[in-house]
């Protein structure tokens, strides 16, 4: 193998040492965390990009809650335009360990998306200091320069919080997946056919089979 293509191809296979991970239950994923992904693309260039979701097939007690198994979410996340390779299988969304393993802990920085009505109105997480005295794992993020690796040890991860999740959903503004599901249930078909133009930001005929074998 030639020198150049030996340093090519150790190239393509380089990982960032900069990771923006979009987690979530995702049930299902719309336009809304979309717009969110997309304005962290363009906020973060270059970066390697994830979104992380469970496998949550095993809630079948409350399936009206959690409908989408990680392959039937993966295949709407694909709809709306998102790369394959950018999805990921995680057990814990908010610990993507099976993402993070893949990089140094010492020298990787990473970042996590939410919307910003999730941090205002129920917010998953605390910043400002442990019982012990030091800063909370979680920090808001404010500049790459003051960023610190996110080892668990002295490590921390950065939530970046810039818009709220809200999209037009048959003439109305909202931002849950629940009331996203509780108006596809309630939908004539012509409805059902409009909302998944609103959902995906495209009419896909196998996410419409989908949603309406799952949702009723």
């Not at 960032?16 to 991970?21: A, D, E, F, Y």
């Not at 917010?123 to 400002?128: E, L, Q």
């Amino acid at each position: 193998m030639k020198f150049d293509d030996l340093v090519n191809e150790v190239l393509q296979h380089q990982k960032n040492n900069l990771i923006v991970i979009f987690p979530g239950r995702f049930q299902p994923f719309h336009v809304g965390h979309k717009k969110l992904y997309d304005m962290a693309k363009k906020q973060f260039p270059g970066a390697d990009f994830f979104i992380a979701t469970a496998d949550e097939v095993a809630k079948k007690d409350d399936l009206s809650r959690y409908p989408f198994n990680f392959a039937e979410k993966k295949e709407i996340i694909k709809a709306t335009g998102i790369p394959e390779n950018e999805i990921a299988l995680v057990k814990q969304p908010y610990k993507p360990i099976e993402i993070l393993s893949s990089y140094d802990q010492n020298i990787a920085k990473v970042i996590y998306i939410v919307g910003k009505k999730d941090m205002e109105t129920d917010p998953r997480f605390k910043f400002g200091m442990t019982k012990k005295g030091t800063p909370t794992y979680f920090q808001p993020f404010t500049d790459l320069q003051a960023m610190q690796p996110f080892k668990e040890q002295g490590g921390h991860g950065y939530i970046y919080a810039p818009a709220t999740l809200e999209f037009d959903l048959g003439g109305k503004q909202i931002a849950s997946a629940t009331e996203l599901r509780n108006m596809y249930k309630s939908a004539n078909e012509m409805q059902r056919k409009e909302y998944i133009k609103q959902i995906l930001g495209n009419f896909n005929p196998k996410i419409y089979e989908l949603f309406n074998s799952k949702l009723g």
